[in-house]
């Protein structure tokens, strides 16, 4: 049972555009929605996080879009650069912290 | 400053196998998790420490064995290891809930 739904699975950006990755969760009970970005042979680190009381939340390039209605959430990057290529995972956190499944992201030069 | 330290940082086992993984924080967390890691499957929660002295199980905890040590250390044991947990092992740890989780690099195991 999937908590926490992640799409696409891998996503291809010309440098320059804007990366979007969508994630939904079912359990109303989650009060923070962090953003963790991984490259290989690296543990997550934490990206952005925003908290279900706010719609949007803006750290440089990075954005989540939050919608506490459709219980979704989103990550864009804009301008994206070859450097953010990596995993990145939405998650829930209600007492502890529940993962999507991961969006592979390559940006291509 | 190290934050989250694993190690090690890879080991093959045989079926049958045990072994400790071990893991420790110098960030004053209360809080310590191990997280597996597997292709298509995102991160699964296999037990988690809330605070010293309690231990409570995750999505995927059969097979697996904790023991918080104390404060900074967080391990988690395989006693009799098989194929089906060959993955990568995160530990990581936070300051509580809905606060960011620190990781470390991971341990690739492979079971043999």
């Known amino acids: 049972q999937q908590q926490v739904k992640q799409s696409p699975q891998s996503l291809i950006v010309q440098k320059g555009g804007i990366s979007i990755i969508n994630c939904a969760y079912e359990?109303?009970?989650?009060?923070?929605f962090p953003w963790y970005q991984q490259f290989p042979g690296k543990g997550p680190a934490l990206l952005i996080a925003?908290?279900?009381?706010?719609s949007e939340k803006k750290e440089g390039r990075f954005t989540i879009s939050f919608n506490k209605s459709a219980k979704q959430f989103s990550l864009h990057i804009m301008d994206s650069q070859p450097g953010d290529s990596a995993t990145y995972f939405c998650?829930?956190?209600?007492?502890?912290?529940?993962f999507g499944t991961g969006t592979r992201l390559l940006v291509s030069p | 400053n190290a934050g989250v330290t694993q190690t090690p940082k890879f080991q093959v086992l045989k079926t049958g196998q045990s072994m400790t993984l071990q893991c420790a924080q110098d960030?004053?967390?209360?809080?310590m998790y191990w997280y597996r890691q597997d292709p298509g499957m995102g991160l699964r929660l296999i037990y988690y420490?809330?605070?010293?002295?309690?231990?409570d199980k995750g999505e995927v905890p059969n097979g697996y064995n904790v023991s918080r040590l104390n404060k900074r250390e967080f391990s988690l044991r395989l006693e009799s290891a098989a194929p089906s947990q060959t993955s990568v092992y995160f530990c990581?740890?936070?300051?509580?809930?809905?606060?960011?989780?620190?990781f470390g690099s991971g341990t690739r195991l492979t079971v043999v």
């Open positions: 420490s809330a605070s010293e002295g309690t231990t």
């Open positions: 359990n109303t009970a989650f009060d923070y």
């Open positions: 960030m004053n967390h209360n809080s």
């Open positions: 998650a829930a956190d209600f007492q502890k912290l529940v």
């Open positions: 990581a740890s936070s300051s509580g809930t809905a606060y960011g989780y620190t």
């Open positions: 925003i908290r279900p009381d706010v």
